[in-house]
């Protein structure tokens, strides 16, 4: 194997990159970048367009499996994050482990393996949050909902979300990625969506909005009011998003 001046480009998906690692070891080269195709990224270097092939996507995937089952799942989750240069973080990886083998797994600090898992943890931690703080609002008898999350997580809140709302009909829509997650009749998919702008809420929605407003204004302890605490379990990032904490001019009138 050899270093080489060349950047690999493939079409996003896992299966694809998995089929970069494949071309790198059968060309017995190893590329110094690897890009999605959807990202306009010029370059002094040979670019080398990489198709998915689920044959070769398989073999891959299969070779990890034998040096460990929780390889595979390990990549598939930081695959998802919004690690920088992912791709690459996660073929440097992959390389050490097929060179050292299964005890590559026990050296968590290594700077190959460390980002790899430092990434995941953060996502999931967004993950959790994400599944308490989506408000989801009624569109005429449909669910919506916006999150605009760092990661690409609408694939792991997927079986949340559709477990919960199994009896209903809702969209999940992430506006980082420009996705959605669709449920209806027991089925869900997750589907690209570049612009979307939900409708404004009828009468019925905006006076269920402002009694969860009030709800929580309610509950509230004043004297016992910690805004480092509160900043700490309920990330300001989120706020855009939630109800209770949107103040758009049409709150109740103030309690007597």
Not at 52 to 71: C, N, W, Y
């Amino acid at each position: 194997m050899k270093w080489k001046d060349i950047i690999y480009q493939y079409d996003g998906s896992f299966d694809g990159l998995l089929c970069c690692i494949f071309e790198s070891y059968t060309q017995r080269e190893y590329p110094t970048a690897i890009y999605c195709g959807e990202e306009d990224e010029w370059s002094l270097f040979e670019t080398r367009l990489v198709l998915t092939d689920a044959a070769h996507a398989q073999r891959v995937g299969r070779s990890l499996r034998k040096l460990s089952p929780d390889v595979l799942p390990l990549l598939r989750r930081c695959f998802l994050t919004c690690l920088p240069d992912k791709e690459l973080a996660i073929y440097r990886f992959v390389a050490k482990l097929y060179r050292e083998g299964p005890s590559y797994l026990t050296r968590l600090s290594d700077d190959a393996y460390q980002p790899l898992l430092r990434a995941v943890r953060a996502m999931s931690a967004e993950v959790e949050h994400l599944r308490g703080f989506v408000r989801f609002s009624d569109y005429g008898g449909l669910l919506g909902a916006e999150i605009a999350p760092k990661n690409r997580v609408l694939p792991l809140l997927r079986g949340h979300f559709c477990a919960r709302c199994h009896a209903e009909t809702f969209f999940l829509y992430d506006r980082t990625h420009r996705e959605a997650l669709l449920y209806a009749n027991g089925r869900s998919r997750i589907v690209p969506l570049e612009d979307f702008r939900p409708a404004p809420p009828d009468a019925e929605e905006t006076a269920y909005r402002q009694l969860w407003r009030r709800f929580y204004d309610t509950i509230a302890i004043r004297e016992r009011e910690n805004p480092g605490l509160r900043m700490s379990r309920m990330p300001k990032r989120y706020w855009a998003q939630m109800t209770e904490l949107q103040h758009d001019g049409d709150a109740l009138p103030p309690k007597p």
